[in-house]
């Protein structure tokens, strides 16, 4: 069975601070790693994909598949990260393509 | 181009009752999948269309069936509710079945 999970209900961070969101999964096969952000009032967009590499908006994200861990993470946070963020799964088989797992998602609030 | 339209954003229906909610895709996709998402929880996977037939389904009952038109526009219906099918309701289009997925606003269901 398909699990992810991230430990934070709510992470609060400082402006110019670094941010850490930590997701972790559980699944056998070769898994597809996504970040989804959905800032106040708006509706949930894709932050980063694993496959993608890139970064957005400053943040990063590594798969490490020996502690299978996909975690979030930008230098100097920005009052305009303050966010729930979701970290989400997708299984690399063809009977699983269409469906996202979803952790239960972390509240990010930047103070200044 | 308006995104991912899903109607109504809320609703109030009485246990027992039928409800139908309605998404039209972005433009150029062709895959919807439906979510549900409990308060305080991430979305969970209820199923996927894809060339008008039903493709992936989660763990969901019977009393959740969908379809899906010729316009790619989709319909999530739910049988029999219960109180515990109070939720937001998000709708997710995609240009194919892997590729990432547009989220909608959501419909807001509250089952009384």
């Known amino acids: 069975a398909q699990r992810v999970t991230q430990p934070e209900k709510l992470l609060s961070v400082f402006k110019g601070a670094p941010v850490e969101l930590k997701c972790n999964y559980s699944?056998?096969?070769?898994?597809?790693l996504f970040w989804y952000v959905q800032y106040s009032r708006q509706r949930l967009q894709l932050l980063l994909r694993?496959?993608s590499r890139e970064s957005i908006k400053g943040f990063t994200a590594d798969l490490n598949k020996g502690e299978t861990s996909f975690h979030l993470k930008k230098p100097f946070a920005q009052e305009e990260d303050s966010a729930m963020y979701y970290c989400?799964?997708?299984?690399?088989?063809?009977?699983?393509?269409?469906?996202?797992?979803f952790g239960a998602g972390t509240q990010v609030v930047v103070t200044p | 181009d308006a995104g991912v339209t899903q109607s109504p954003t809320h609703l109030i229906k009485t246990r027992g009752q039928q409800v139908t909610l309605r998404c039209s895709p972005k433009?150029?996709?062709?895959?919807v999948s439906w979510y549900q998402q409990a308060l305080g929880q991430g979305p969970q996977f209820i199923f996927q269309?894809?060339?008008?037939?039903?493709?992936q389904r989660g763990n969901f009952p019977d009393r959740f069936s969908g379809h899906q038109f010729p316009n790619y526009s989709s319909e999530l219906n739910v049988n029999a509710l219960l109180l515990g099918d109070s939720a937001l309701y998000l709708c997710?289009?995609?240009?194919?079945?892997?590729?990432?997925?547009?989220f909608g606003s959501g419909t807001r269901l509250t089952v009384v």
């Open positions: 989400a799964l997708r299984a690399g088989t063809t009977d699983s393509w269409g469906k996202l797992q």
């Open positions: 694993h496959i």
């Open positions: 269309y894809y060339e008008e037939e039903e493709r």
């Open positions: 699944y056998s096969g070769s898994p597809e």
């Open positions: 997710a289009s995609s240009p194919g079945t892997v590729y990432g997925y547009t």
């Open positions: 433009s150029g996709h062709d895959t």
